[in-house]
């Protein structure tokens, strides 16, 4: 049975305002695409589409909360939704990052390991979206001492083959770990977006060129949903009720495999709200949890 975890909204039926406008850049004026929107203890949000513009509808309840905007290369900003409301333009400043000192080895020939290796028939749960607040996943990959050899990050898989995407974009995160062992800082400077075809079943990402040695102390890699049209699909969902109830609703591409894992075996992390939480979603009728469907390739 093909299975995925739809991450749903409380419904809320009340009065709403709708927030319209642009994310700039505080230094070019240029926009912002793929901006993560959040209203903070509220379960509202969305992404800003390519050419960094927005749309949200606030109900009256969250009108006194904060509105969170994040976005990699830029310092998180958050704002009064009432101030939201009235702006239409949003500025963010860009982040001064430091660049590492970069060693320059002697090429050898090029030795390969591959870290949780998946197979087609692995695969038995998913992750799906239905509500318009930008989630991200991340699980947690351990340094291990069998790496020393194999210490670049050259690519990143995701895996879909127990689900028939249509096209669709979303965006490859990888964080340190921080204190409290959830996902912290930013270790890819640039924003590496990801699109892919009908029915694909994985994607390939290739990082070699960014240069990034696995850390010692771990790392996080996440997949971000992009709450843009690009990914947008209305599907009709069936209730199982005397009335035969039927409703639609948007669903937002695409929706990624995963695994059944024994509890306690991997550390998964979500996103959700301006914040990030240890996550573990119940698997069908089983007591084991549904791990995001990664594997990571690291050469020498």
């Given at each position: 049975?093909?299975?995925?975890?739809?991450?749903?909204?409380?419904?809320?039926?009340?009065q709403h305002h709708v927030a319209k406008g642009v994310v700039?850049?505080?230094?070019?004026?240029?926009?912002?695409?793929?901006?993560?929107?959040?209203?903070?203890?509220?379960?509202?949000?969305?992404?800003?589409?390519?050419?960094?513009?927005?749309?949200?509808?606030?109900?009256?309840?969250?009108?006194?909360?904060?509105?969170?905007?994040?976005?990699?290369?830029?310092?998180?900003?958050?704002?009064?939704?009432?101030?939201f409301l009235k702006s239409e333009k949003i500025f963010l400043?860009?982040?001064?990052?430091?660049?590492?000192?970069?060693?320059?080895?002697?090429?050898?020939?090029?030795?390969?390991?591959?870290?949780?290796?998946?197979?087609?028939?692995?695969?038995?749960?998913?992750?799906?979206?239905?509500?318009?607040?930008?989630?991200?996943?991340?699980?947690?990959?351990?340094?291990?001492?069998?790496?020393?050899?194999?210490?670049?990050?050259?690519?990143?898989?995701?895996?879909?083959?127990?689900?028939?995407?249509?096209?669709?974009?979303?965006?490859?995160?990888?964080?340190?770990?921080?204190?409290?062992?959830?996902?912290?800082?930013?270790?890819?400077?640039?924003?590496?977006?990801?699109?892919i075809k009908k029915k694909q079943k994985e994607a390939v990402?290739?990082?070699?060129?960014?240069?990034?040695?696995?850390?010692?102390?771990?790392?996080?890699?996440?997949?971000?949903?992009?709450?843009?049209?690009?990914?947008?699909?209305?599907?009709?969902?069936?209730?199982?009720?005397?009335?035969?109830?039927?409703?639609?609703?948007?669903?937002?591409?695409?929706?990624?495999?995963?695994?059944?894992?024994?509890?306690?075996?991997?550390?998964?992390?979500?996103?959700?709200?301006?914040?990030?939480?240890?996550?573990?979603?119940?698997?069908?009728?089983?007591?084991?949890?549904?791990?995001?469907?990664?594997?990571?390739?690291?050469?020498?």
């Amino acid at each position: 049975m093909k299975v995925f975890f739809l991450l749903l909204p409380f419904l809320v039926f009340a009065q709403h305002h709708v927030a319209k406008g642009v994310v700039l850049d505080k230094v070019t004026n240029e926009p912002i695409p793929y901006v993560n929107i959040s209203i903070l203890e509220s379960t509202i949000g969305t992404s800003s589409d390519d050419d960094g513009s927005f749309r949200l509808e606030i109900n009256e309840d969250d009108t006194n909360k904060l509105v969170s905007l994040s976005s990699l290369g830029y310092a998180s900003s958050k704002i009064p939704v009432s101030l939201f409301l009235k702006s239409e333009k949003i500025f963010l400043k860009p982040k001064t990052e430091v660049l590492k000192e970069v060693f320059i080895k002697d090429k050898f020939e090029e030795k390969i390991n591959v870290v949780n290796k998946i197979e087609d028939s692995d695969l038995c749960y998913g992750y799906g979206s239905l509500a318009e607040n930008p989630w991200i996943m991340a699980l947690y990959f351990p340094y291990n001492e069998d790496y020393q050899e194999t210490e670049f990050l050259k690519s990143v898989k995701f895996h879909f083959g127990n689900f028939k995407n249509k096209k669709a974009k979303f965006r490859l995160r990888l964080f340190t770990i921080g204190k409290d062992s959830l996902p912290h800082e930013d270790i890819l400077k640039e924003s590496v977006v990801v699109e892919i075809k009908k029915k694909q079943k994985e994607a390939v990402v290739d990082i070699l060129d960014y240069d990034i040695f696995f850390p010692k102390e771990g790392f996080y890699v996440a997949f971000e949903w992009l709450y843009i049209p690009y990914n947008a699909e209305e599907v009709t969902f069936h209730f199982t009720d005397k009335k035969k109830k039927k409703e639609k609703r948007i669903k937002y591409q695409p929706t990624f495999s995963a695994t059944c894992e024994n509890e306690g075996k991997y550390m998964v992390a979500s996103y959700i709200s301006g914040e990030w939480r240890f996550y573990a979603a119940n698997t069908y009728k089983s007591e084991k949890k549904a791990v995001p469907a990664i594997s990571l390739t690291l050469s020498n």
